[in-house]
């Protein structure tokens, strides 16, 4: 069977050029930190001490001291990594007072899901 040479140009092109949501999600998961604190935030009443929650960390999410805390990093550098976990559309960051707080977005990364389930 011969393919018609506008298939094989429609279809390389598809393989060729990804999406660019997906591109910028899996850059940001191949940090193995990243990555981390996106498992942490998956449950954070197992993961963070609640009594010392500002905000519920079920409606507004984690504050960022606390996820510096456990990572035991500089505020800066998990600020950054949060940073681009929110680029990705994986996180949403909330303000409470001076405060920054992080929550996956859940229909973001089964919309992802999905699309790689799609995709590969």
Partial sequence: MTVAPDNLDVMTEAAVTPDPDVVRALRAL??????QLLSWLREPERHFPMDQAIA?????????????AKAGLAQST??????????????????????????RDEQRIA??????????
């Fill in 30 to 35: 191949s940090n193995p930190v990243r990555l």
């Fill in 56 to 68: 519920d960390p079920a409606e507004v999410g984690v504050c960022v001291s606390h996820i510096q």
């Fill in 78 to 103: 998990v600020s950054a990594y949060l940073a681009e976990l929110q680029r990705a559309g994986l996180v949403r960051a909330t303000r409470v007072g001076k405060w920054t707080h992080y929550k």
């Fill in 111 to 120: 919309e992802l899901v999905a699309m790689l389930g799609q995709t590969l």
